[in-house]
């Protein structure tokens, strides 16, 4: 008889058509969203009223209403159904692409990215990749999703410089629109539909949980570490595109800067995470790589010397993209094992509160100096990152399953977490009665899955 929690399961036809469809709605997205970022602080200046500061908010307005509503779009889809709020959200983000599109002043374009945060569907996409996921398959799907914001991110960074050039901004947002009503069609007609929803503690956020998490130390550095991160990328894209333009690179040909970049940032990448991982050296990665923003920053800010700043700008982005990699999977092992969605929604709000700032303290900085300035806020920024992270604790090996026991009462469940808690490998155990289910935490290397199974 197969473990329920054996890793080596196959997807099922379904959980395949539930992982690459709703890929295709998060990442047509969040392609939108980042498309703008290589050419907006260029085009933005013939809107009326435009100022860097006015730039800067216009680029992270989005972040602040993401931030503010993704955890109550993820309860109002416990309410109403995954599909309706997920089609509710990407009709706001779509009106939010018009409405950025039509606009002729900055304003218009700040209260369209505003807009287009409002539809906050990230927490509801999750939730219905848990709906639609056997507990042994949910890690899979879910690594499904977050590779393909990473994806849609380097790619966007080579389709806005290109599509700017005959779509010019407008069109841009357009298209965005037009990307949100096709990941609607997908949605009703590719997307499986569930047999029941439930709130699943592993993948969605409790309210009720957050006072509790906000105590743990740890917890609350990967949370400042997310938000430093997209406020220093940000904050980036507010002077990389003049930097480009005064080195005499036309705005059309800037994808020829961000493709050798992103693809040289991936070749480092998957190494770092191999020695963070396998080699166990989490702690000692991730603080090189908050040194190497800083030093990047530095560069950036001190230097203008053409070879310096394509080396830079690859040392940013080696970096960047290694972090947000370690990140979750850092959250993953330190949050109590029933606690994990709602640690995941902490710190996703804190990933996008971490972009809107970055777009206004850059786009002030900007203003008020130059675009050498916004380097020094990326360096100091890291630097103070860096002195946060320095007493973190080495994080464990650990993974974390859900298992279902069919307890029904305390006295039971009980039971079966000192039976479980005795296993080797297990380190947490959280059993919820009226759920049924086990929340675990194991040294994979350790855990015996067929004694796991016996034991329920």
Same mark, same amino acid.
């Given at each position: 008889?197969?473990?329920?929690?054996?890793?080596?399961?196959?997807?099922?036809? =379904?959980?395949?058509?539930?992982?690459?469809?709703?890929?295709?709605?998060?990442?047509?997205?969040? +392609?939108?969203?980042?498309?703008?970022?290589?050419?907006?602080? @260029?085009?933005?200046?013939?809107?009326?009223?435009?100022?860097?500061?006015?730039?800067?908010?216009?680029?992270?307005?989005?972040?602040?209403?993401?931030?503010?509503?993704?955890?109550?779009?993820?309860?109002?889809?416990?309410?109403?159904?995954?599909?309706?709020?997920?089609?509710?959200?990407?009709?706001?983000?779509?009106?939010?692409?018009?409405?950025?599109?039509?606009?002729?002043?900055?304003?218009? =374009?700040?209260?369209?990215?505003?807009?287009?945060?409002?539809?906050?569907?990230?927490?509801?996409? /999750?939730?219905?990749?848990?709906?639609?996921?056997?507990?042994?398959?949910?890690?899979?799907? /879910?690594?499904?999703?977050?590779?393909?914001?990473?994806?849609?991110?380097?790619?966007?960074?080579? $389709?806005?410089?290109?599509?700017?050039?005959? @779509?010019?901004?407008?069109?841009?947002?357009?298209?965005?629109?037009?990307?949100?009503?096709?990941?609607? %069609?997908?949605?009703?007609?590719?997307?499986?539909?569930?047999?029941?929803?439930?709130?699943?503690?592993?993948?969605?956020?409790?309210?009720?949980?957050?006072?509790?998490?906000?105590?743990?130390?740890?917890?609350?550095?990967?949370?400042?570490?997310?938000?430093?991160?997209?406020?220093?990328?940000?904050?980036?894209?507010?002077?990389?595109?003049?930097?480009?333009?005064?080195?005499?690179? *036309?705005?059309?040909?800037?994808?020829? %800067?961000?493709?050798?970049?992103?693809?040289?940032?991936?070749?480092? /990448?998957?190494?770092?995470?191999?020695?963070?991982?396998?080699?166990?050296?989490?702690?000692?990665?991730?603080?090189?790589?908050? +040194?190497?923003?800083?030093?990047?920053?530095?560069?950036?800010?001190?230097?203008?010397?053409?070879?310096?700043?394509?080396?830079?700008?690859?040392?940013?982005?080696?970096?960047?993209?290694?972090?947000?990699? @370690?990140?979750?999977?850092?959250?993953?092992?330190?949050?109590?094992?029933?606690?994990?969605?709602?640690?995941?929604? +902490?710190?996703?709000?804190?990933?996008? $509160?971490?972009?809107?700032?970055?777009?206004? $303290?850059?786009?002030?900085?900007?203003?008020?100096?130059?675009?050498?300035?916004?380097?020094?806020?990326?360096?100091?920024?890291?630097?103070?990152?860096? =002195?946060?992270?320095?007493?973190?604790?080495?994080?464990?090996? +650990?993974?974390?399953?859900?298992?279902?026991?069919?307890?029904?009462?305390?006295?039971?469940?009980?039971?079966?977490?000192?039976? $479980?808690?005795?296993?080797?490998?297990?380190?947490e155990v959280v059993v919820v009665a009226d759920e049924g289910v086990a929340y675990l935490k194991a040294d994979p290397r350790e855990l015996? *899955? *067929?004694?796991?199974?016996?034991?329920?």
């Amino acid at each position: 008889m197969k473990s329920k929690v054996s890793r080596h399961h196959p997807l099922s036809s =379904v959980e395949k058509r539930a992982a690459w469809s709703l890929s295709m709605i998060y990442a047509s997205r969040m +392609l939108g969203l980042f498309m703008i970022f290589p050419i907006f602080s @260029l085009y933005a200046s013939d809107l009326e009223a435009s100022t860097p500061a006015l730039v800067g908010l216009a680029l992270g307005a989005y972040g602040l209403t993401q931030a503010l509503l993704q955890v109550p779009f993820g309860l109002l889809s416990d309410r109403w159904g995954r599909k309706p709020v997920i089609a509710f959200g990407l009709i706001i983000f779509l009106l939010g692409s018009v409405i950025a599109a039509e606009a002729e002043t900055i304003y218009g =374009v700040i209260a369209g990215r505003a807009l287009q945060g409002c539809g906050a569907i990230a927490s509801a996409v /999750m939730a219905l990749a848990a709906d639609l996921s056997r507990e042994s398959q949910r890690t899979k799907l /879910m690594a499904t999703l977050g590779i393909s914001i990473g994806g849609a991110f380097m790619l966007a960074m080579i $389709l806005g410089p290109i599509l700017a050039n005959y @779509l010019a901004l407008s069109g841009i947002f357009y298209l965005t629109a037009l990307l949100a009503f096709v990941a609607v %069609v997908v949605l009703f007609r590719i997307v499986p539909t569930p047999v029941r929803s439930t709130h699943h503690r592993d993948a969605q956020a409790s309210p009720a949980q957050f006072i509790h998490l906000l105590k743990n130390p740890e917890l609350l550095r990967l949370d400042i570490g997310i938000f430093c991160l997209h406020l220093m990328v940000t904050c980036g894209f507010v002077a990389f595109p003049f930097i480009l333009v005064d080195m005499g690179i *036309e705005t059309r040909w800037h994808w020829g %800067v961000y493709l050798p970049v992103m693809l040289g940032a991936l070749f480092v /990448m998957v190494p770092m995470i191999i020695v963070a991982e396998a080699k166990k050296k989490m702690k000692q990665v991730f603080l090189v790589c908050i +040194l190497g923003l800083a030093f990047a920053g530095w560069l950036l800010a001190a230097n203008q010397s053409t070879a310096i700043f394509y080396f830079a700008v690859l040392l940013f982005f080696s970096a960047f993209n290694t972090l947000e990699a @370690l990140l979750p999977s850092l959250v993953s092992k330190i949050a109590p094992p029933d606690q994990k969605g709602s640690a995941m929604g +902490l710190y996703s709000s804190s990933q996008f $509160l971490g972009a809107f700032c970055g777009g206004v $303290l850059g786009g002030w900085i900007h203003g008020a100096y130059d675009v050498f300035a916004t380097f020094w806020l990326i360096a100091g920024v890291a630097i103070l990152w860096f =002195v946060v992270a320095m007493t973190m604790k080495k994080p464990q090996p +650990l993974k974390s399953y859900m298992v279902k026991i069919g307890v029904s009462n305390q006295e039971r469940a009980a039971a079966s977490a000192n039976r $479980l808690s005795g296993l080797p490998g297990v380190k947490e155990v959280v059993v919820v009665a009226d759920e049924g289910v086990a929340y675990l935490k194991a040294d994979p290397r350790e855990l015996d *899955e *067929e004694a796991l199974y016996r034991s329920l």
